[in-house]
């Protein structure tokens, strides 16, 4: 099979590198890819949201399954593209189409759709420019913390918590009526802020059946401690410790099952992954988010978990027989420490030269955000390189990826060494 993965960064780098492990791959093309992912298939400068150009790829490459990476393709509705195109129509997109893409391109679809099928989730209503004044006396009948966000896509900063009611009508003005986010902000949620603790679970999904894949905790803050700016992610862990067998159950009976049957009974087709962002309150799931797609930097630590052939799977959901595929996973723990660029998730420079990447041998080294410059490596982008190795305990994983952030240089590099501390602190795996 040829197969085309669309995107740049760490999670296409470790699907690029579990799909070159499979038998039933002939040629693999990542476009546009990065420095990394040109050591598992070919590279190919077009990008994402250019789909004439895709079109003209996968026909001249013989692509036959395409794996979509990030939201934008698919909330712009590369899938219905393929699916209206009398050259592309049979070739598989993994991702879904652009109404299922809802769940995360509108926050307040995603909501009427958790209400609707029962799935736990905070309290929330949505308001409007016209609604503006309802939106102050909903926030009225709410307890701080307050959590305001923007109906559409804004690149992961559309959400804000805020402690002070006279700060969060503030924003819910700014965003309504000055569009803080631009057109997303045009619906704002507001919700019920959730206590506890805060993990992520992939479901893989043909429509019909589904496979629920490891659990992952991200790291989203910039500063040990979890506290400065978020970030698009600074590390991950996979399983959770506090995401035993007896919490997976029933996030599968609470939500992923309510999930799939919605999507049904909604009468959208839906043929790719989800990520359920959960909070674990007191032993109880509530749904903070989906999205249509998989985590960043949580892939990294997800895919390699996976011991079976994910092409494989793959192909049961482009032809819905993903209830025949056979899923296994690695017990060992995996952990994943992102290294970024100097200054972010604020201005930093690319281009920086990298050097090292050779002495890493027991750790796997995802690139994030680099490119080649002539046959130099060098930065190109806040978040480098996403480092995953494997241990018995969270802490000989965790010591492993540092080992090899350290052997890695380039000017003003920066990780986090607290990836997992919190997790070792509490109590064992079951
Ligand atoms: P989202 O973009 O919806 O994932 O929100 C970004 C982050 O805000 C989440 O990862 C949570 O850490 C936090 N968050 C969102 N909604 C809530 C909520 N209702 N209660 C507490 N924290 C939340
Ligand atoms: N790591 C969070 C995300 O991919 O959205």
New binding site residues.
């Given amino acids: 099979m040829n197969v085309l993965i669309l995107g740049s960064g760490g999670r296409e780098h470790a699907f690029a590198w579990k799909i070159a492990q499979s038998k039933q791959l002939q040629n693999l093309y990542i476009a546009p890819g990065n420095a990394g992912t040109a050591n598992c298939g070919t590279n190919v400068n077009v990008s994402v949201n250019d789909f004439e150009a895709i079109k003209n790829l996968v026909w001249e490459k013989d692509i036959n399954l395409v794996l979509v990476g990030p939201e934008d393709p698919l909330v712009n509705g590369i899938h219905d593209y393929f699916l209206q195109d009398e050259v592309l129509k049979d070739i598989p997109v993994i991702g879904p189409k652009k109404d299922g893409a809802q769940l995360e391109g509108s926050?307040d679809f995603s909501k009427q759709f958790m209400q609707k099928y029962n799935v736990p989730t905070?309290r929330y209503a949505t308001f409007t420019k016209e609604s503006l004044n309802n939106g102050y006396d909903f926030l009225e009948t709410l307890e701080p913390?307050f959590?305001l966000?923007a109906d559409g896509l804004a690149a992961?900063k559309?959400?804000l918590?805020l402690e002070d009611i006279a700060d969060a009508k503030r924003e819910l003005k700014s965003m309504l009526m000055d569009a803080k986010f631009g057109a997303a902000s045009t619906k704002v949620v507001i919700?019920?802020?959730?206590?506890g603790i805060?993990l992520s679970v992939f479901v893989l999904t043909d429509g019909k059946s589904y496979k629920i894949l490891p659990a992952a905790k991200d790291y989203?803050r910039i500063g040990e401690g979890d506290t400065g700016l978020?970030t698009g992610g600074m590390g991950a862990v996979s399983p959770v410790p506090f995401a035993d067998e007896a919490f997976i159950k029933k996030v599968e009976e609470k939500v992923v099952k309510p999930t799939i049957n919605g999507l049904n009974k909604e009468g959208i087709d839906y043929r790719g992954f989800i990520f359920i962002?959960l909070?674990n309150c007191n032993g109880e799931p509530q749904v903070?988010?989906y999205n249509c797609r998989m985590g960043d930097p949580e892939t990294e630590a997800v895919i390699p978990r996976i011991k079976s052939d994910l092409l494989d799977l793959l192909q049961g959901v482009a032809t819905q027989t993903l209830d025949k595929k056979k899923y296994d996973t690695i017990e060992e723990i995996a952990t994943t420490v992102v290294m970024v660029s100097g200054g972010y998730p604020g201005d930093f420079t690319k281009g920086i030269e990298v050097s090292g990447l050779n002495h890493v041998k027991d750790s796997i080294v995802f690139h994030s955000g680099t490119k080649f410059n002539g046959d130099k490596v060098v930065t190109n982008g806040g978040r480098v390189f996403a480092i995953t190795s494997f241990g018995k305990t969270i802490e000989e994983a965790v010591t492993k990826s540092f080992a090899a952030a350290e052997k890695i240089n380039y000017d003003k590099k920066y990780y986090r060494k607290d990836i997992g501390r919190d997790l070792i602190k509490l109590k064992s795996f079951n």
């Avoid at 919700?191 to 206590?195: A, I, V, Y």
């Fill in positions: 926050k905070a913390p959590v966000k992961g559309g959400v918590i919700e019920e802020f959730l206590k805060e989203k978020n962002g909070m903070i988010e």
